[in-house]
């Protein structure tokens, strides 16, 4: 069974920082893309990063290019979003994702197959 569960979510004053985990189990890790997704009350569900543990590759979206970072413990299976310099308007439900894929950008981002619950992630003023 795929289970993919994040955590590490809570809430944080602007400026401050959280680590998000997405932990992966039921697949074969180096075999999928884990992105990342956010969606604040309201709005459409937004993605946010994405690696690929096979080629290395990551990719960010605009909204947070520069603050957070992604990155990969293939030994634990599990994937994190280093979030820095949060913002108010970073307030959202974060999820994890994996797809089948080698190669990850924008374009694997609608490809996700798999999705855990989300973690919830407040930013105060």
């Known amino acids: 069974e795929v289970q993919l569960v994040e955590s590490g979510g809570g809430l944080v004053q602007a400026g401050g920082s959280l680590r998000l985990s997405c932990a992966a189990s039921?697949?074969?890790?180096?075999?999928?893309?884990i992105g990342w997704f956010r969606q604040a009350p309201g709005k459409e569900r937004e993605g946010v990063s994405c690696i690929s543990s096979s080629d290395g590759s990551t990719y960010y979206a605009n909204s947070v290019k520069g603050r957070f970072t992604i990155s990969s413990d293939n030994a634990k299976n599990t994937v994190y979003l280093q979030m820095n310099s949060l913002k108010p308007e970073d307030t959202a439900v974060y999820y994890c994702?994996?797809?089948?894929?080698?190669?990850?950008?924008?374009?694997?981002?609608?490809?996700?197959?798999?999705w855990g619950k989300g973690t919830l992630v407040s930013v105060s003023s």
């Open positions: 039921g697949f074969t890790f180096d075999d999928y893309v």
């Open positions: 994702a994996a797809g089948a894929l080698v190669h990850c950008s924008i374009y694997s981002l609608p490809l996700m197959e798999y």
